[in-house]
RNA sequence: GCGGAUGUGGCGGAAUAGGCAGACGCGCACGUUUGAGGGGCGUGUGGGUAACACCGUGUGGGUUCAAGUCCCACCGUCCGCACCA
């Protein structure tokens, strides 16, 4: 071995063998169990950046792992490469989106070669490929053909400027990220995933998914949002129409004083209409349709409201109560309003001081009375129930439910579940995405384009210009089509799909990723899926780990997968930060992973990542905890180097014919403790990785082997198979995390396989047993001396061993042991008075 | 406001089932090697004290022979969600 550990040598090399020998090769085999571990696939935005380094550290060490452990491994990598900035690209720098996201790609991948990620690159997918966005447009098809795709008119965000619809990401503050003009909404027809009629079933299974994060789960919990209330219909006074209220609290509903629509309630203009209220009404309409949903929908937003000069009966009570409208009503949740029951509810409440509307009380506290004029809060807790006609006595939780049968029995309303939970906009007024493969005919309508068609593939020749609009309509030979069903005129789809349709699939395509007849294929996806280890911020937290739930439950359900989970275990990693706050451009504190490969090898970044902290959590990059890696790298060189000779000898003797087992018994104090401590690693390093994924405790664990390694160097005489276990161990356990300079390295004890497939070693209980322990001594808890006794001594033995010790006496003269507790192999404590 | 996470030396972090707080690393100090520097090797390093005593895991209580760990009540920081009726 050389002399130096020269790492950018050793690094190429080594790169350079497994691009010849593949040993990160996987082949669906039925025979051997399988191990799928994958990261989230990044979008190629040109550079690797340290959360990206992290992230692929984190799954390499896994995948790695379970390699040595016997899976069949697969680990593959791809490009989420469809998006917005690859177009921003094209009109910034007039460089065409596909050239801008190949180039990145092209660096990417050689970022990631140098990473020395144990990467099947044969599997290598991107989502900009027409080979795979023609898929992506087969699943299109499939979820309309089964009834969960369908158009509607819907409001989006509109830059009246740019003239394109924007994504709620893209509205900074309420205007327009590049132009800074106000954002608006405007209705347009747009393609939507019917996610909602799985909203139920996504609920459920969260239940099922005992590997992912308490948080994740709670965050999914949320967003799908599931209550269950009443809707019940209030009767428009002196019209035939009605409002529908949705309440989760229909045991306040003798309490209502007023009923509130949203400002977009398609029944404002009809009850406002040629009176007295109409100008005032629809100035108030405008104003909250020029707003943006989040300065709306804030909860610091003053309640503003105003009446319609209408009124509704309430059915339960007969009470006539007026209607209002108010920002604080939100049309796309539940019908679009609202009954107010001010003394109960607490935005009610605001608003009815606000307006001076009357306050209700139907529910009592157990203990005392409320008096609406000195209320000063609403009442929200359950109560008994007051004012409400035939309910009044009973506890509000048995009228709640009471409440609801009445309703339905009376034909008042019905029960209902709602969701919070929207159906899923995938249009996208966009050129770089997957094209919507879908046509318009004058005469048969909407027509799908047939399967034998796909890809519709992106036209070259578009123009991309600022504030244009979609860059495809341009396009006259995209736009005009054949109808396939009466072969008349046709006008093609020109709304590409959101990126996160070609993300909520692509673990299925690493299946069977070269496939020409199938997105995936049956026998690949049986074997590989799911995913047993997933591993992404959670900045992914809802959307693309719903939609990809979505994805795979609606699949399953057509009858193309047998898993209805894609993600058996999702471990979500903490952000890289330098001075506290997270890596970013903006905020300058970016250290480009290039530069630290560069200046001290792929090894000893990725040590260095997995060593500063566990995966989970944030980790503070410190250039100096980066030399401490690259230190302990070279003084596992050194270590090595210096076994070498007594390692080569032994083994050539070995090789004449002496005896190769150790046995322990026949080893001196110090080869024994040694080995202990080879096997005592070995047992700490694969727990952590294993159960716990503490790679920083393993390496630390590692680290301590090297030590003691180091430690017997002074020993005057050596057992070379001692060492030659101690050493090849450090380099077995240290394979996964650091994987170029242990293959090094292990080539240098003599071994012609790869480290990486080696087997990954079993410790030997026997090595861990000590003849004699140290335990504690303490008097009422507080240690005073330290005792060696044989290993197994038993509680009572011990204790008087104790007893006997000078040190503890001076704490025991003059008082009186009440009580000992004698815990063996760990202390005893004396208790005295 | 609601939800989640988190709080331990100068710093990153350990302590896996209630049993020696501070493993491992960084930094710092000293010694040694070297012509010098760097690097290596080694020793020390929570506060406090001459040495003990003693104090020490955000704060205040509690349970226990024993609490970073369990219970109760607070405080700070970070991250989500945010008028969902």
Redesign the pocket.
């Known amino acids: 071995m050389d002399e130096r550990y020269d790492f950018q040598k050793l690094e190429s090399k080594w790169q350079k063998r497994w691009e010849e020998t593949r040993p990160y090769g996987s082949t669906t085999d039925p025979a051997k169990p399988k191990f799928y571990s994958l990261a989230m696939f990044p979008y190629p935005s040109g550079n690797l950046h340290m959360g990206h380094v992290r992230n692929y550290s984190i799954v390499d060490v896994i995948a790695r792992f379970k390699r040595m452990q016997g899976f069949n491994v697969l680990h593959p990598m791809g490009w989420d490469s469809f998006g917005l900035p690859a177009e921003n690209a094209a009109i910034k720098h007039q460089i065409h989106p596909s050239v801008w996201t190949w180039d990145n790609i092209a660096n990417m991948r050689r970022q990631l070669k140098g990473m020395g990620i144990s990467y099947d690159w044969d599997r290598e997918v991107a989502s900009c490929h027409p080979d795979y966005y023609k898929w992506t447009q087969w699943l299109f098809l499939e979820f309309y053909k089964h009834g969960l795709v369908y158009r509607k008119k819907a409001a989006v965000n509109w830059c009246p400027s740019c003239a394109t619809v924007l994504a709620n990401e893209q509205v900074v503050d309420g205007a327009c990220e590049r132009c800074d003009t106000p954002v608006t909404k405007k209705d347009l027809e747009q393609w939507f995933f019917k996610i909602t009629d799985y909203a139920q079933i996504l609920l459920d299974d969260l239940d099922k998914l005992t590997g992912w994060p ?2 994740v789960k ?2 999914q919990r ?2 799908i ?1 599931r ?1 269950e ?1 009443v809707e019940a219909r209030f009767q428009v006074e002196g019209t035939e129409d009605d409002i529908t ?5 229909p045991d306040t509903i003798f309490g209502v004083t007023y009923v ?1 629509l ?1 400002p977009e309630h398609p029944l404002v203009a009809k009850l406002t209409e040629g009176t007295s209220y109409e100008a005032e009404v629809k100035a108030f309409v405008d104003k909250m349709k020029g707003l943006n ?1 989040i300065s ?9 409201g105003m009446l319609t000069g209408a009124y509704c009966v309430n059915p339960l009570n007969g009470e006539h109560v007026p209607i209002w409208i108010a ?13 107010g ?1 001010p003394a109960h ?4 409440f ?1 608003f009815a001081r606000k307006y001076g509307l009357k306050i209700q009380v139907v529910i009592s506290p157990n203990d005392q009375q409320l008096n609406q004029h000195e209320m000063t809060n609403a009442y929200t807790e359950p109560g008994v129930m007051v004012n409400s006609g035939q309910f009044d006595g009973i506890d509000s939780k048995t009228a709640m439910v009471k409440i609801a049968e009445f309703i339905e029995k009376q034909g008042y309303g019905l029960r209902k579940v ?1 969701f ?1 939970l929207r159906d899923w906009l995938i249009s996208r007024q966009r050129y770089w995405g997957a094209p919507i493969p879908m046509l318009y005919c004058e005469k048969c309508g909407v027509v799908p384009v047939p399967e034998k068609d796909l890809p519709v593939m992106l036209p070259t020749d578009v123009e991309f210009k600022p504030g244009g609009e979609s860059p495809l309509k341009t396009s006259s030979t995209f736009v005009e089509a054949v109808c396939p069903c009466c072969g008349g005129k046709a006008r093609r789809e020109t709304d590409t799909m959101d990126t996160f349709v070609c993300s909520s699939w692509y673990f299925l395509r690493y299946c069977t990723p070269k496939s020409a007849e199938k997105a995936f294929e049956r026998k690949d996806t049986d074997y590989w899926m799911s995913v047993d280890q997933y591993v992404g911020g ?2 992914h ?2 959307l693309h780990l719903l939609y990809s739930r979505f994805f795979t439950k609606a699949l399953r359900d057509f009858g193309y997968l047998n898993v209805d989970e894609p993600f058996t275990n999702l471990l979500t990693q903490g952000m890289v930060c330098m001075h ?3 890596m970013s451009k903006s905020k300058g504190n970016v250290v480009s992973p290039e530069e630290i490969i560069n200046k001290y090898g792929a090894d000893t970044a990725r040590l260095f990542i997995l ?4 995966p989970e ?4 990059w ?1 250039e ?2 980066v ?3 690259y ?2 790298l ?2 596992v060189w ?2 090595i180097q210096h076994y070498q000779e007594l390692i080569t000898a032994a083994d050539k003797k070995a090789n004449s014919g002496a005896k190769n087992a150790v046995d322990n018994a026949a080893l001196d104090d110090a080869a024994r403790e040694l080995r202990r401590i080879t096997h005592l690693t070995i047992k ?1 390093v694969t ?2 990785i294993a ?2 994924f ?1 790679f ?2 393993a ?3 590692i ?2 082997l ?2 003691a390694c ?2 017997y ?1 002074d020993q005057a005489n050596q057992n070379a198979q001692v060492v030659k276990e101690a050493v090849s161990t450090v380099v077995m356990l240290l394979a996964p995390f650091a994987p170029h300079i242990t293959e090094e390295l292990w080539e240098a004890l003599g071994n012609t396989h790869s480290v990486h497939l080696a087997a990954w070693p079993s410790y030997d209980p026997a090595a861990l047993k000590q003849d004699e322990i ?3 001594v ?1 008097v ?4 005073r001396d ?1 005792l060696t006794v044989p290993a197994g001594l038993e509680a009572k033995a011990l204790e008087e061993q104790a007893l006997k010790e000078p040190h503890i006496q001076p704490y025991l003269t003059g008082k009186q042991v009440v ?1 000992v ?1 004698s ?1 063996p192999g ?2 005893v ?1 004396f ?1 005295v008075k």
């Not at 959590?617 to 503070?620: A, G, P, S, V």
């Not at 009422?780 to 240690?783: C, D, L, S």
């Open positions: 308490e948080k709670i965050m949320n967003w949002g209550s209330g209220v949705y309440t989760t609290r509130v949203a949903e709306r929908t804030s909860t610091d937003t003053e309640k503003e920002n604080y009503v939100l049309m796309e949740y539940g019908t679009g309003a609202v009954m029951v509810d607490e935005r009610d605001a709602n919070r959670v900045e937290a809802i506290g706050s997270k060593f500063a902290a566990p959590k944030d980790l503070e410190s100096q905890g030399e401490g890696s230190r302990f070279h003084r050194r270590l700490r727990d952590d159960t716990r503490n920083n405790t390496i630390s664990a680290m301590e090297v030590n180091y430690a160097r140290t335990v504690v303490q009422n808890g507080k240690v330290r009580k507790i815990v760990k202390l404590n208790v």
